[in-house]
């Protein structure tokens, strides 16, 4: 008789040390499941992959309707330099980047992207997430952040901001504190960033994994 060995995989978007430490996730449970953990980063994150995905998207759209579809130099640029901006979330990742060349091809002319096309892709894009989005502190801490006074909660979505760009907790704190820092004999960024998020109930990891499947 064969014996057969079975791995089970478990995705989600909270932080579930978090949750354990709250009481609302069991512990036994996470200890079962917490074998290997793997974050996977959203499309902001992965910015080097944003240029091969439009070609692919372009060449794909050119596959499923059989026409050829191309941008002029000065509408890929503006679309690119958009696309990799802090200001572009990507909240739906991957099809979020697809639907966005799938309305642009289809507006084409002549087969063209034109700036004009570019620029009105640009600002549904800008529409979309700023209608649609809580505001980076309400998605992390939900009705809590009612209870953050206002100048806190405006230095906090600034600094939220910051995080949610870098690619470490040490860069980001080296971005935040880059002047107080050259007065310092010796600096630890990250750990400097680390205590000021917890004083939030705030984690780096937390930041991350909401930001990546936003």
């Given at each position: ?70 941008f002029n130099t000065e509408a890929r640029r503006a679309w690119l330099a958009f696309a990799t ?16 060349v799938t309305r642009m091809a289809t507006f084409a002319t002549s087969g063209r992207i034109t ?50 760009q870098a690619k470490s907790l040490s860069a980001a704190g080296r971005q935040l504190f880059d ?36």
């Open positions: 008789m064969r014996k057969t060995v079975a791995f089970g995989f478990v995705g989600t978007v909270r932080d579930l040390r978090q949750l354990v430490a709250e009481g609302k996730f069991r512990e036994d449970l996470y200890a079962r499941i917490n074998l290997w953990t793997f974050t996977l980063p959203g499309l902001h994150q992965r910015q080097e992959d944003i240029e091969p995905n439009l070609d692919y998207e372009v060449e794909r759209h050119a596959s499923l309707t059989g026409d050829s579809v191309r901006s802090p200001q572009a979330t990507w909240r739906g990742n991957f099809r979020e980047l697809s639907a966005s700036l004009d096309t570019v620029e009105d892709e640009i600002n549904r894009l800008r529409y979309n997430w700023q209608e649609s989005r809580p505001s980076a502190l309400t998605a992390l801490l939900g009705t809590e952040a009612e209870n953050i006074d206002l100048f806190d909660r405006m230095q906090l979505e600034n600094v939220i901001a910051v995080c949610r002047v107080s820092r050259q007065g310092k004999a010796s600096v630890n960024d990250a750990d400097r960033l680390r205590k000021y998020l917890a004083r939030f109930g705030l984690t780096w990891e937390a930041m991350q994994d909401q930001h990546s499947s936003s």
